[in-house]
């Protein structure tokens, strides 16, 4: 006859946990239970309960990566203030405007649902945006969030069913979004790459910014900006401007538009950094741009790669780097008109720099031996650098 194995009586205490578990749903609340039990409550709570109740009562970070482990494959929780619990709401809530049709789901729901998830959101990035929904009620509803904002008006997985009308912003979306950014206090990077932007779509989103006084960073990469939307986004920074980031790569920036950066750029003192890699700048207009920052004395990073410049343009470079105890990066690579003598121009100029540590000028035609010359006094400077930091850092 087999043994019959005894019966073991499970300690109170975790009948107590189990069955405030399994009715938390109905009764949200641990009472006075010590921090240690809270922890194994949590640690068995059902993964699905309201939003609204797990966000209220629950802060547990175990709690929040198992519900998005659940529900994602691809997680980084680093980009959201490495929180899970961010990352749940930030990653709920984009999925939620991404996959919006009025035909289908209600806006008040959704209202709903920006609402509530105000208190845990600081990050938007939105893959696309088939709603063309009036950001408007984004912002009315999340007071005080979000800080960072990134919008691409496109399509995923269209496959065969592509279609171009599907892709990019419109003007009424541009005259949406400028009525936003007119009041919001709290949204300091603005991402709007890619997303088809000419002149006049630029003109109507800088009526909007011409009034904001939060956004220190903004991407208008990859668009279709010519030199009338330059001179508009010229006025955005003036001396009250508090942009510090501002990239324009791969736009159709001419010297016109050039000239317009330029002569904002004489009474900017915010600016940091500026991308305007991949325009047409020509040899006048990068020429002005480097003019101007000769005064700047904020200007940290600097990249003006591949904007058919010469060496007038190398020159003016030279000219900078020799005055600029803020600049540290240069990119000028890729402008095949420097020649010999604008590479040797912008080396001799690097060798009388304290401030730079990286500089790029590749492929501009100049000889192999100044290039090298370049990067060996570059690497020399780091180690120095690197040694000093060594001899300074407390035994």
């Not at 009620?137 to 969030?145: P, V, Y």
């Not at 939060?214 to 990469?221: G, K, P, Q, R, V």
């Not at 008109?337 to 304290?354: D, I, L, W, Y």
Request: proline share 3%; glycine share 4%.
């Amino acid at each position: 006859m087999a043994a019959i194995a005894p019966f073991i009586v499970a300690p109170l205490k975790d009948l107590c946990v189990k069955e405030v578990a399994a009715n938390f749903e109905n009764t949200p609340d641990f009472g006075p239970l010590p921090d240690k039990y809270v922890k194994k409550v949590v640690d068995i709570l059902p993964i699905d309960l309201p939003l609204e109740l797990a966000g209220t009562s629950i802060n547990d970070e175990d709690y929040w990566k198992r519900r998005c482990c659940a529900r994602w494959s691809t997680l980084e929780v680093t980009a959201h203030a490495a929180s899970w619990k961010q990352l749940y709401f930030e990653r709920n809530l984009e999925d939620a405007l991404e996959q919006y049709d009025p035909a289908i789901n209600s806006i008040d729901d959704l209202r709903r649902l920006m609402t509530y998830s105000r208190r845990f959101v600081q990050t938007i990035r939105l893959r696309q945006l088939p709603s063309h929904l009036d950001l408007n009620i984004m912002f009315d509803c999340m007071i005080n969030s979000p800080s960072s904002l990134s919008v691409h008006y496109s399509l995923k997985n269209v496959g065969m069913d592509y279609d171009r009308s599907l892709f990019g912003m419109k003007l009424a979306d541009c005259r949406a979004l400028a009525r936003c950014l007119e009041k919001a206090e709290t949204l300091t990077h603005l991402d709007l790459s890619n997303n088809g932007l000419d002149d006049d779509k630029v003109r109507m989103l800088a009526s909007g910014l011409v009034e904001n006084v939060s956004i220190t960073h903004l991407n208008l990469a990859h668009n279709k900006i010519a030199d009338r939307g330059m001179r508009a986004l010229a006025k955005l920074l003036d001396a009250r401007s508090v942009i510090s980031m501002l990239e324009l790569q791969d736009n159709h920036v001419h010297t016109e538009g050039a000239k317009s950066l330029a002569r904002a750029l004489k009474s900017n003192c915010s600016l940091i950094s500026i991308n305007l890699r991949l325009n047409r700048t020509g040899d006048d207009g990068l020429k002005v741009i480097a003019d101007a920052l000769r005064g700047s004395r904020s200007i940290q990073r600097l990249n003006v790669s591949s904007n058919s410049a010469g060496v007038n343009a190398a020159a003016a470079l030279a000219a900078l780097v020799r005055v600029s105890e803020s600049l540290t990066e240069l990119d000028a690579s890729v402008n095949t008109e420097f020649g010999s003598e604008g590479v040797e121009t912008v080396r001799r100029a690097v060798e009388q720099n304290t401030s730079l540590q990286r500089v790029d000028v590749r492929q501009c035609g100049g000889h192999v031996d100044d290039e090298l010359a370049l990067a060996e006094n570059l690497r020399a400077r780091q180690e120095r650098r690197a040694r000093t930091k060594t001899l300074q850092r407390p035994a």
